[in-house]
């Protein structure tokens, strides 16, 4: 016989044999915290520590020992593969207005200051147009649009523009052409009579 063993509350327990105390002691309290809880079997093809994570959840809400990992991310649910996963594809690049053209900003130009105007010069290369071009020109006192327009390789109308607001000083007006070379548009913006000072950039500092 074994000696008797203090329960929870401090009496004596009635003496038990040998084995009937092992296997009280290996018993968790029924109720408790550290009862077992039986594996749950996967669900929807999700591994079962996930659905155990959610059922445990579930059951206790905020005062599950999981609930801080209750939020999920939006995605799809991971397959196992370490291998790249495309989410979703997005529209990018140039964009196409209602009339089927496709307008791009011209990013790349130089420019130089003069007595009496200022010249911008725009390389057709450099920008990825293609010749033939149309060149249109609309202006303010304080601003020019440069707007190139030509048909890409795939038949597709483009328009290839170049947005000047702003400009550093006042301009009478402005005017383009297509250099002898047809490699390059020539912008000439006209300095107002009243405002012929050196531009030391092509816009003001905000």
Same mark, same amino acid.
């Given at each position: 016989m074994a000696d008797a063993v203090p329960n929870v509350d401090g009496d004596l327990a009635a003496s038990?044999?040998?084995?009937?105390?092992?296997?009280?002691v290996s018993k968790p309290a029924?109720?408790?915290?550290?009862?077992l809880e039986e =594996?749950?079997?996967?669900?929807?093809?999700? +591994?079962?520590?996930?659905?155990?994570?959610?059922?445990?959840?579930a059951r206790k809400g905020k005062n599950a020992y999981y609930y801080a990992h209750a939020s999920t991310a939006n995605a +799809?649910?991971?397959?196992?593969?370490?291998? +790249?996963?495309?989410?979703? *594809? $997005?529209?990018?690049? =140039?964009?196409?207005?209602?009339?089927?053209?496709?307008? $791009?900003?011209?990013?790349k130009f130089a420019w130089g200051d003069e007595t009496a105007c200022v010249k911008v010069y725009v390389n057709l290369e450099d920008n990825g147009i293609t010749a033939p071009v149309e060149v249109a020109v609309t202006s303010t006192d304080s601003?020019?649009?440069?707007?190139?327009?030509?048909?890409?390789?795939?038949? *597709?109308?483009?328009?290839?523009?170049?947005?000047?607001?702003?400009?550093?000083? $006042?301009?009478d007006s402005a005017t383009a052409k297509l250099a002898k070379s047809g490699s390059r548009v020539i912008l000439t913006l006209k300095k107002a009579e009243s405002s012929r000072f050196t531009w030391h950039d092509l816009k003001r500092s905000k």
């Open positions: 038990i044999s040998d084995d009937e105390l092992a296997e009280a029924v109720g408790s915290d550290e009862e =594996p749950t079997a996967a669900l929807d093809g999700e +591994p079962t520590a996930a659905n155990a994570l959610r059922e445990n959840i +799809p649910a991971w397959d196992g593969s370490e291998a +790249p996963r495309l989410l979703e *594809r $997005k529209p990018s690049g =140039p964009v196409e207005e209602g009339g089927g053209s496709i307008v $791009k900003r011209i990013a601003s020019a649009v440069l707007t190139l327009s030509c048909t890409s390789a795939g038949g *597709r109308a483009m328009e290839h523009v170049l947005d000047l607001s702003d400009v550093y000083d $006042k301009i």
